[in-house]
């Protein structure tokens, strides 16, 4: 196993209220931002929670992981739906390492044109 992600969860969840008790502005913020990307209601919970898994993996975030595995579960995702937005995060991955590169190629040629 590479973590305990439930003991990790529970120790991060715990610093960030250290975190909002030192600057509950900030939290309230974020709770804001989070309350208003819900409240359309246009998607349910499941939908929401399977998005911030593929988004957690494309940002590199294990707190968001942690946390949003729990929610896509309790709102009744099935490991394939969580395995299919994670292939969803792979291959824009893959394709955004592909439109960087070229973007490389792009920056090389600008080189020779000084």
Known sequence: MMQDWNTY???LLQRVGDVAKLTPD????????????????KL??????LIALAVAVTTRC???IAV????AVEHGASLE??????????ALNAGAALTYSARV???HAALAVK
């Open 62 to 64: 294990d707190g968001c």
């Open 81 to 90: 739906e969580i395995t299919e937005a994670l292939s969803v995060a792979i």
């Open 105 to 107: 190629l792009e920056a």
């Open 9 to 11: 969860r529970d120790s």
């Open 44 to 49: 349910e919970p499941k939908i929401h929670e």
């Open 26 to 41: 900030v939290m309230r913020g974020l709770m804001t931002i989070e309350g208003a990307a819900m409240k359309s209601g």
């Open 68 to 71: 949003h595995t729990k929610k």
